[in-house]
């Protein structure tokens, strides 16, 4: 298991810091079902990890509303940041490039002999167009800007398909981000409780699948217009 790094966070006018496992957090900042007890290196909040100096309850109370660990420990991984090694960085941004690589030589064709282009051809296109890919974005977020920059050097051809996709409050941002990512975003309406989204937007044929099953997991539902 990797080396425990800090997870941060800046509440009224303290800092507040947890010992956490990076893949586990960084999987429960991707939206994925982890156990918070498992993420947790060592189950204590302190305004300085490295002093090993625990927050008082009456700061923890002042600044979350309460003084559990575990809903303090969530607080701080969805909206603080992750202090991860240059080492655990350079993995993730290792397999973002391999996943960005593979959707786009599965999901996109040459548009001269309608065939898809080899995954080296790609990754050499990648590399002087001088992609940057952030390790710390959901790879499915940065497709449609690598493509942008990849069709300098490489012909990219696909088809588009118009989806709605319906999604709670909660995920606006997250399906959002998300569909940004893939395509154009065509129209937004929130449901007169304020209790759902639907958005319309133009995306990748090939996107089709991966949209399916992502808005699913937000709790959200997508067709096909």
């Known amino acids: 298991m990797p080396e425990p790094v800090i997870a941060r966070i800046t509440r009224a ?8 496992y990076p893949d586990k957090a960084y999987q429960f900042k991707e939206g994925k079902q982890v156990d918070i007890k498992s993420i947790l290196a060592v189950e204590s909040v302190f305004t300085d990890a490295r002093k090993s100096e ?6 923890l109370k002042k600044a979350f509303g309460t003084t559990d660990l575990y809903s303090i420990a969530e607080t701080i991984l969805r909206e603080g940041e992750v202090q991860l090694t240059a080492e655990y960085r350079k ?10 690589i593979n959707y786009i030589h599965k999901n996109f064709v040459d548009p001269q002999t309608n065939l898809p282009h080899p995954v080296a051809r790609i990754e050499k296109a990648m590399k002087e167009a001088k992609v940057r890919i952030d390790p710390m974005k959901d790879p499915e977020q940065q497709i449609k800007d690598v493509v942008e920059q990849l069709r300098k050097i490489l012909p990219l051809k696909t088809g588009l398909v118009k989806m709605v996709v319906t999604v709670p409050s ?21 449901s007169d409780d304020g209790e759902k989204v639907t958005l319309v937007a133009e995306v990748p044929v090939g996107s089709q699948m991966l949209l399916f099953e992502r808005i699913g997991e937000m709790g959200g539902q997508a067709k096909v217009e």
């Open 91 to 100: 993995k993730l941004q290792e397999e973002k490039i391999r996943w960005i």
């Open 170 to 190: 909660s995920a606006w941002a997250k399906a959002r981000s998300l569909l940004l990512g893939q395509g154009n975003i065509i129209s937004e309406k929130w």
């Open 54 to 59: 625990v927050a008082p309850s009456s700061e």
């Open 13 to 20: 006018g303290k800092r507040f810091e947890i010992f956490v």
